[in-house]
């Protein structure tokens, strides 16, 4: 069992470009996350998603969109991206529902704006 | 979700038992406390919870006390792998999906 994996692992981007950031997990967890990671700041929640068809708005929304088409997979887009969303961004699952509220994380992506 | 309070840095000598302390000094009766960690550079990993009962497993064993103000993550035979951040959270069960909120945590340094 893989978990939740991330794609890609690091990312160099040249501000003003689409791109989108894979997540996919294999534990038929009804709910995911992404979030983002800065120094001094600790994670934030910029998207979640309960279930299958559903998406939900986070601390940190701005500049990012997602979709959440089917229970594996749950892709993160900067449509133009810019300097400031230079981040370390984790995906996360969790049961949700009536299930457990544990959440697992993905390994990360590493994305760098220029 | 109640705020948690652990000491900033810990030294562990390799091989011996790690033991983290939180103050969660207003928790609520539906409360659970979870651990989990951050190795540099990784996504943080999950290591335990519990609710009143004291609780074990492959990774780690979690103390609660009786008033569940305080709790304690030991990790029995502390390995350099172990060196990480340690994250205390207190948080309530939801059917929904939310943030879950890490503090600045405790950094363990194993020692060889």
Known sequence: IAGITQAPTSQILAA?????????????????YWYRQDLGLGLRLIHYSNTAGTTGKGEVPDGYSVSRANTDDFPLTLASAVPSQTSVYFCASSEGLAGSDTQYFGPGTRLTVL | DAKTTQPTSMDCAEGRAANLPCNHSTISGNEY??????IHSQGPQYIIHGLKNN????????????DRKSSTLILPHATLRDTAV??????SPSGSARQLTFGSGTQLTVLP
């Not at chain 1, 003003?16 to 995911?32: F, I, S, V």
């Not at chain 2, 406390?33 to 951050?38: E, G, I, K």
């Not at chain 2, 340690?86 to 948080?91: E, G």
């Open chain 2, 55 to 66: 609780e074990t497993n492959e990774m780690a064993s979690l103390i609660i006390t009786e």
């Open chain 2, 33 to 38: 406390v979870y651990w989990y960690r951050q």
């Open chain 1, 16 to 32: 003003g470009r689409r791109m989108t950031l894979r997540c996919t997990q294999d534990m038929r967890h009804n709910a995911m």
């Open chain 2, 86 to 91: 340690y994250y205390c959270i207190v948080r």
